[in-house]
């Protein structure tokens, strides 16, 4: 079965330096998607990608982060200069529609971002 | 602020017994609703999706829309202990652009 892949699973950092975050969508989908999920707390929308540009991008998605598609197949997120309250598990996600009748999100197993 | 509430929980009940989940949504602009499971430090897998007021079965899960009152609840029948997890609801927003609006979950516990 298709599968949203993630990497790395978990990664630590120190403040203030650069990650970036690796996702590889189901083939087939065209709308790409993260969201971060900080410990005990609800799934947030970060920012959603479509035809090689952002379509919406959440409050928490500031000019510290960018996203890219580098190639036919990655999906990246990119902190530029990470603080502690980037600690979270970050979830790549894919769907193949966008609408009402088939836009359910498929999840990526996640990266753990974790930053001293 | 476009919002999904859920209770919290925990949600605690017998195996075989009925688990019924609510939540309710503040946007009316949303056309889609979906049910995540989420286990504890796992991704969320996708149970189930409904967009026309009324009821979806799928197999042991139901669940259940009413856009007048902005509520759709997910009933799981015969619960059983692997069916302990975290329950999140979530909205497709209104602005077209696929981003989901998630609620904090509640927690299920089906007890043997």
């Known amino acids: 079965e298709p599968e949203v892949t993630q990497t790395p699973s978990h990664q630590v950092t120190q403040m203030g330096q650069e990650v970036i975050l690796r996702c590889v969508p189901i083939s087939n989908h065209l709308y790409f998607y993260w969201y971060r999920q900080i410990l005990g707390q609800k799934v947030e929308f970060l920012v959603s990608?479509?035809?090689?540009?952002?379509?919406?991008k959440s409050e928490i998605f500031d000019d510290q982060f960018s996203v890219e598609r580098p190639d036919g197949s990655n999906f990246t997120l990119k902190i530029r200069s990470t603080k502690l309250e980037d600690s979270a598990m970050y979830f790549c996600?894919?769907?193949?529609?966008?609408?009402?009748?088939?836009?359910?999100?498929?999840f990526g197993e996640g990266s753990r971002l974790t930053v001293l | 602020q476009k919002e999904v509430e859920q209770n919290s929980g925990p949600l605690s009940v017998p195996e075989g017994a009925i688990a019924s989940l609510n939540c309710t949504y503040s946007?009316?602009?949303?056309?889609?609703f979906f049910w995540y499971r989420q286990y504890s430090g796992k991704s969320p897998e996708l149970i189930m999706f409904?967009?026309?007021?009324g009821d979806k079965e799928d197999g042991r899960f139901t669940a259940q829309l009413n856009k007048a009152s902005q509520y759709v609840s997910l009933l799981i029948r015969d619960s059983q202990p692997s069916d302990s997890a975290t329950y999140l609801c979530a909205a497709l927003g209104s602005s077209n652009t696929g981003k989901l609006i998630f609620g904090q979950g509640t927690t299920l516990q089906v007890k043997p």
């Open positions: 990608f479509y035809n090689n540009e952002i379509s919406e």
């Open positions: 946007d009316r602009g949303s056309q889609s």
């Open positions: 409904i967009y026309s007021n």
């Open positions: 996600a894919s769907s193949k529609r966008r609408d009402r009748v088939s836009g359910e999100l498929f």
